[in-house]
């Protein structure tokens, strides 16, 4: 079992690269969304993604433990599943209208870039998420930095396409 949990946890060894595990991991989130959505559209990349966060609770749970604090570098199954969930703002908006997500290519540069600053930086809940501890705080900030990076992903569009400058 905890071969298993591990072989998840670090998404098949990628969380032991070095530097910044969780950003190659977010790094290699990204063709694999692409292969997700070309491959099932929205509705794959959603149940992909739900996957990853039930996967990933049950695989840090293993790893770390209940009581353990700390959210060990090498999980990065967390950063996946946030990513997934960042890229949420672009593919779904894509497979309703039948765009080429390929085309949206700044929101996946916003949705990468966001997620990573809030993923880093902590701020509000998911700090507040990340000093939770065990399985639930290694997941759940990455969740909720990943929803941020998506509605920051989609107020950029917004602001970009002049739909929320009046134009």
Known sequence: MRFWARLIATVGGLGYLKPAPGTWASAAALPLAWALHVSGGFPLLALATLLAGASGYWAAGVMVGPDRIK?????????????????????????????????????????????????????????????????????????????????????????????????
């Open 71 to 167: 959210d060990p570098p090498e999980i990065v199954i967390d950063e996946v599943a946030g990513q997934w969930l960042a890229i949420w703002a672009i593919s779904l908006p894509a497979w309703l209208h039948g765009i080429e997500i390929t085309v949206l290519w700044p929101g996946w540069v916003s949705a990468f870039v966001l997620f990573r600053l809030f993923d880093i930086w902590k701020p509000g809940p998911v700090g507040w998420a990340d000093r939770s501890g065990g399985a639930s705080g290694v997941m759940l900030d990455d969740l909720i930095a990943g929803l941020l990076a998506g509605l920051g992903t989609l107020l950029l569009a917004g602001v970009a396409h002049g739909f929320l400058m009046g134009g």
